[in-house]
């Protein structure tokens, strides 16, 4: 029921950091624009002439998101649905992108799934599906888009990934070996694509305020407990990485490519498998 959808609210009283068209005339295909960090991502570009269109697998979340983003910012936003899993249901979101808008500049992936499960509990289907979603996902857009268009005109593409991989977490082997895969593509694809003026960058949330990951992926420990273990002494919010997003598009980040840019406040490098994620771990197992 529409009615028991979660409602994407914009951001209020929003202050340009760039030109305010510094994105026009341009268009963004962003996957898991719904909801969540996305939902946000399109917002900044469209705030800055960015059109955009927005996937996922629930079309009365895409509608209902796609009509906040438009009435928010006076910019076409464009819902469509579609599977990452499934190429063809790719191929053809990207042409009702071409065919709406005759053009996609910049590619955003951030369909995703993820959930909390130790490795000796994680069945073979779960493990699939993560990589499927994730790995394979971020594979079949980049692969149409390029294709189809960024072959031929160059542009951006941005994997939304993870530091989680970077020294190994508990109950997560399955999505850090998802998104590791789409880092080392990610410089595949930059060595090959780069000469047909295509970037490919990867941005690694660590916790990141009001979304579905951090409510069910803390295990129930406040925002409060978080703060106090990140060096800058807070998550981040969903616009500061709609921001870093939006820079990257713009011609100023013209020599990133092939790389990661971390953008948790330093949390990766103090948080891991030390006493309080064991602790962490023990409160998961004891409500399996």
């Known amino acids: 029921m529409a009615s028991e959808l979660v409602v994407e609210k914009c951001l209020e009283n929003y202050k340009h950091s760039f030109r305010e068209d510094i994105l026009s005339g341009k268009v963004?295909?962003?996957?898991?624009?719904?909801?969540?960090?996305?939902?946000?991502?399109?917002?900044?570009?469209?705030?800055?002439?960015?059109?955009?269109?927005?996937?996922?697998?629930?079309?009365?979340?895409?509608?209902?998101?796609?009509?906040?983003?438009?009435?928010?910012?006076?910019?076409?936003?464009?819902?469509?649905?579609?599977?990452?899993?499934?190429?063809?249901?790719?191929?053809?979101?990207?042409?009702?992108?071409?065919?709406?808008?005759g053009r996609v500049d910049i590619v955003v992936n951030g369909a995703a799934g993820n959930f909390l499960c130790s490795l000796e509990h994680l069945s073979f289907n779960a493990f699939r599906t993560v990589i499927e979603i994730d790995t394979l996902g971020t594979y079949n857009v980049s692969k149409?888009?390029?294709?189809?268009?960024?072959?031929?005109?160059?542009?951006?593409?941005?994997?939304?990934t993870a530091t989680l991989q970077h020294r190994g977490t508990l109950l997560?082997?399955?999505?850090?070996?998802?998104?590791?895969?789409?880092?080392?593509?990610?410089?595949?694809?930059?060595?090959?694509?780069?000469?047909?003026g295509v970037r490919v960058v990867n941005v690694a949330p660590g916790p990141v305020e009001s979304t579905e990951g951090l409510r069910r992926l803390s295990l129930g420990l406040p925002v409060?407990?978080?703060?106090?273990?990140?060096?800058?002494?807070?998550?981040?919010?969903?616009?500061?990485?709609?921001?870093?997003?939006?820079?990257?598009?713009?011609?100023?980040?013209g020599q990133i490519t092939g790389t990661t840019l971390t953008v948790d406040g330093g949390s990766w490098m103090v948080s891991g498998n030390e006493k309080q994620r064991m602790s962490m771990y023990r409160q998961f197992r004891s409500k399996m």
């Open 144 to 160: 149409a888009a390029f294709d189809k268009y960024l072959k031929d005109h160059g542009g951006v593409i941005i994997n939304i």
């Open 28 to 101: 963004a295909f962003i996957t898991g624009g719904g909801s969540g960090i996305c939902f946000t991502i399109a917002e900044i570009f469209m705030r800055h002439g960015c059109r955009t269109v927005i996937v996922g697998r629930k079309m009365d979340r895409l509608q209902l998101s796609a009509e906040t983003l438009t009435k928010a910012t006076g910019v076409k936003c464009l819902p469509v649905q579609a599977d990452v899993r499934k190429p063809q249901e790719v191929m053809a979101a990207v042409d009702k992108c071409l065919q709406e808008f």
């Open 172 to 196: 997560q082997a399955h999505l850090g070996v998802a998104k590791a895969g789409i880092e080392t593509l990610a410089k595949h694809q930059a060595i090959e694509w780069g000469p047909k």
């Open 224 to 253: 409060e407990l978080l703060n106090d273990i990140i060096p800058v002494g807070r998550v981040a919010t969903r616009q500061e990485l709609g921001e870093v997003c939006l820079f990257l598009v713009t011609d100023m980040a």
